[in-house]
């Protein structure tokens, strides 16, 4: 069964650092992944997505993440946090194929950024 | 353009009445989902439409829930003889395909309060 795990459940930054959310995945095949984002009383917003062509991924707002197949790892990573980026971000699996269609979300990181 | 739209954006109802909430899907996208986003359980699918049919209805956590979609487009999810732990945020999402590199969108959500 596909699944995402999120390492940690809350971190904390200072405005300026850099920023590692970590997310590990279990798949039977290669995976489609992504991150999410929900900002306080937000919609979910797509940040990013991994679906087998280049292994580093670049989003929007400065957000990039590395698929690795030998660490069954997606971390999400930006060099320099911003005060807007504090937020819930989610690890997402996508489960497809046959008569699914379906995300699989982690438990989400709620990031802060301190001043 | 426009995106996904849900109403009512609240519903406070009483236990044991029924309840049905709306989406609208971005134009032309064919694939439709529910997800459910609860302190407890995090955010959870539902159900997926392809069309007008609903493939996978895996994640509906009871018979009091359904969902139809008509006319490729408009979704209603209803919720018989609400409980108290029916009370979430609904999450509908569009997709321009059914296929897991495809993003899915989502809109702004439905919370659901059950007293």
């Known amino acids: 069964a596909q699944s995402v795990t999120q390492l940690d459940s809350h971190v904390s930054v200072s405005e300026g650092t850099p920023v590692l959310l970590r997310c590990n995945y279990s798949?039977?095949?290669?995976?489609?992944l992504f991150w999410y984002v929900q900002h306080p009383n937000k919609g979910l917003q797509l940040l990013l997505k991994y679906t087998s062509a280049a292994t580093l991924v670049k989003g929007i707002n400065g957000f990039e993440a590395e698929f690795k197949k030998s660490e069954t790892s997606f971390h999400l990573t930006k060099p320099s946090a911003h005060m807007s980026d504090a937020a819930e971000y989610f690890c997402?699996?996508?489960?497809?194929?046959?008569?699914?269609?379906?995300?699989?979300f982690g438990t989400g990181t709620l990031l802060a950024v301190q001043p | 353009g426009a995106g996904v739209s849900q109403s009512p954006s609240n519903k406070v109802t009483e236990k044991g009445k029924d309840v049905e909430l709306r989406c609208d899907p971005i134009s032309g996208h064919t694939a439709l989902y529910w997800y459910r986003q609860s302190l407890g359980q995090g955010l959870e699918f539902l159900i997926y439409?392809?069309?007008?049919?609903?493939?996978?209805k895996s994640g509906l956590p009871s018979d009091r829930f359904s969902a139809e979609r008509t006319g490729g487009s408009v979704s209603t999810l209803t919720i018989q003889r609400t409980q108290q732990e029916d009370s979430a945020v609904y999450l509908c999402?569009?997709?321009?395909?059914?296929?897991?590199?495809?993003?899915?969108?989502f809109g702004p959500g439905t919370r659901l309060t059950v007293t």
């Open positions: 798949s039977s095949y290669s995976p489609s």
């Open positions: 439409f392809q069309g007008n049919s609903a493939p996978d």
């Open positions: 997402v699996v996508s489960v497809g194929g046959g008569a699914t269609n379906k995300l699989i």
């Open positions: 999402a569009s997709s321009l395909a059914a296929s897991g590199g495809y993003e899915q969108y």
